[in-house]
């Protein structure tokens, strides 16, 4: 490691009992996944604490330990000093710990006063002395959404607002916000970082914020840890860091002597198999024009949220809303998936168990359900012989695991199950395939078969497109990365000229030109 | 890749899979010494047996349909309603003095577009099945009583009567054999297949056993004469094809899979829409067919005729384990059920039970049903590959391990194997 590992007694204690210390806390999964390696965290009173990382890095499962969802299997919780056992989310709660996942656990048909003082519901709702309440906290974090609103009718930022609010109607002293700007508009942002400040200020209230935006991590925090590969590699004070730092401390040196793309250059001479031309769909897709040739492999490289499953989504067909022109081998193709796929466009989905797979079917079915036509006498009775052999020349060809072919993919693991989803398109006509996520969810031995199935796809002289959180796996696989932010292409790098520094500062939405580069 | 194993080729007779038949089954062995015991009739008599087909087979025409439904994740209560005003029409078109044909194609027209209506307003406007069909339930039954002034309408005219009433007696002795013989047939020759490695559901042991039954019990037992009327005939003959199209055809299997995940479906390039629409029109299509015989019967047409069918219908299709949530169901189990339900109609008739009772025992045989299904699924549905599997898992594994590495097909046949590897080739430079 270049960086020194900043020790975490290094920033002065600014008070005998922090408002909550997590101690070596490690988790391990039943899997065997190991999610934190003796992580240690601090929050002070009345500190707006940053907390960041790359995707995987352990973020949420530190969330989870401190809200009562996971139990941590080492290490331990001082509350006030205290140790806590929070193995129910009811305990973190009761004690003054309000988490607002990505996700607002609001209920959409109630109005933003019955959301606020869910938590009281018991016994007579009374309206006017919760009104009074309402006010009240409306009055101490500086910001009054209609109370008489449906929740589900408000903006995401409003909704935030509601749940900040909710938290303090709870008396939480500690609000833990994960990814709470995701999809929030500039203006929204200052909002909350003044609702923030001011809660801060006045009350001494203390934040978690967990963010994917560096520029406004440095913007609100008093401090930053650092989360890479579920260990805690840094814990300083906000104002001692920039962003380039930021992004060293979140990739880690092993990452900038990654080997690059094991991926043969595209031939100059080669025909574009895909293109997508001013796909547009409104609040998804901004205007994205993609051209893959033969044998080339595109990574879009974006954070969660960013746009780019929406964007294959465009490509495939699968979203109605979308607009503009998809050419498969320089012909137009129509607009729904049945037509996309008849012209070779293969889609494998983010979510395997809803969008790839169905649950209750054997590998056998499954794998032939896009071409059963074609595996059926006359077009139209399937012929079972002829299913089972593709079936087991999948299981073969990809090594999927499993005791035979009629075992239904339910009873299949990730990578297994993925792997079925492969299946699906690699024995037809697809010349274009659009992979979002193959490898989430999969162990090293099955990611590495299918990135090698990935690279396979290229040389045979088709087109892919691939979408990953994990930008490593993008560079190692792609020729060329194209990166999304808020359903635009914002910028497009030679997978051989960049490193997972620079995609995640673009990503995050830090110019180029703040890393000493130019566009 | 590997021969199905006991557990897989039983996986047919499970109380699960086959409960409803058993429960049937039951039912009738029930009945019938009831019969004997009190020194009635045989309960299974050719009459007897007879009018139970006769009793059944609206109910069960409307089944098959609302199983094809609620297989493709939908729900159709409108089908009562639908019958009931095609039954209108075409009465009315008949007293207006054209044909019984005309008469008859308007009405099959009216159902079918109801049935187009509830589908095209459910998948295109995204309205939910249930209400969607609560609601043309209520609407098509005013449309009818609209239709008719809220009167009966009677026809003099005879031709309806004369086409879709009276019977196409059968000699059940030789015909039962015959039928018994080409199920056995059947399941040989599927049972070859496995036999040559192949792995099907083991249903080719209900065929042979079920084909041999039949042709022994119809020699030494059947009558000769089996008075069927025509609307068992239509019956027969509609539970037939849609089984073999929902069983061996390529629109049977994108029916279960738009079911089972349409959005899995979608994205595999299945035009999930007509899937989705096509179960509707042949519902009201068929509701229509299920009026205008009702209909037939009496040369004239109530309009609260078939009021409620359409529960017993849903009645049926949950005795015979189909899924409310889509995906799974078989027409021909659902059909069972609907003969359990007017079994004990019949039965409690016949025997003079106390009919009193009669409605309390079919509620208590639906939620037992529901409850053997959701439990047999609690049992045996979270199979994982675990513990208990695993020593299955190896074994075949580690035989399939060398083949694998030598490159070859495994024990699926050589037949193919020039075609696969061009195929296979493409994908795997």
Redesign the interface.
Known sequence: MGEPTTPLNSSPPVEKNPLLAVNGVSKRFPNGTVALRDVDLTIARGSIHGLVGANGAGKSTLFKIIAGAHEPSAGELLWQGEPVDWSTPAAPRAAGVATMYQHIPLVPTLSVLENVFLGEMAGWFRRGRLMAQYDALCERFGYRPDPNALVGDLPIGERQMVAVAQALAAGATLICMDEPTASMARAEVELLFRAVNRLRETEGTSFVFCSHFLDQVLELTDEVSVLRDGRMVFTGPTHELTEERLVDLMVGRKLSAMEHTRMEPVAPEAKPVLEAISLRSPGKVDDVSITVRAGEVIGLAGMLGSGRSEILEAI?G?DDRCSGTVRVHGKAVGK???Q???AGLA?V?EDRN????????EIW?NTT??D??KL?RR????D???E???A??A???L?V???????PVS???GGNAQKVVFA?W??GDACAYLLDEPTAGVDVGAKADILE?VR??A??GNAVVIVSSEFEELLAVAQRILVVRGGRIVAERNAKDTDEAELLALSSGLGANELGRTG | ??T?STR?RLAPFRLQRAGVVYAFALILVVFTSAAAGTGRPFYLSALNSANILDQTAQVGILAVFMTICLISGNFDLSIGATGALAAGVTLTVINSGAGVLVALLLGLLTGIAMGLFNGVFVQYVGVNAFIVTLGTMTGIRGLLFILTDGRSIQTTDTGLAELLTGDWPVNLKVWAAVVGLVFVAVGVVSLR?ERAG???DGQGYWYVIAGALLAAVSVIWFPTYWALSKQVWIFLAIVVIAWAVLK????G??L??VG??V?????????VARYKVMPFVLNGLFAALVGILYASRFSAINPQALTGIELTVLAAAILGGTSLFG??GNVLKSVIGALILFVLANGFGVLNLGANYQDLIKGVVIIGAATIYVLAEKRGGR???TAS?VP??TP??SI?GP??ASGG??V??ES?AGA?AG??S????
Do not use: C
């Open positions: 495939f699968a729904r998936v049945d996309r796929v008849r889609l989905p809803r969008q790839g797979l169905v649950g209750g079917w079915r359900l896009p059963v036509q059926s077009k139209m009775l399937p079972a012989e002829a089972y052999a593709r087991d020349q299981v073969a060809d090594k695991r499993t005791p035979s072919v009629t075992t009873a299949l693991s699906k690699i024995y199935l396979g796809f040389r045979a | 890749m590997s199905p897989e297949r192949r792995v099907t061996f055809t390529v629109v299997r994108r279960y899979a089972g995940n959005e899995a479906a979608r994205l595999s390039g299945i035009r995906g799974a199979k994982k590959l599997d299955a898992v075949s594994a399939s083949a694998e097909p495994v699926t046949g193919d696969r195929s296979g493409a994908a795997r430079p």
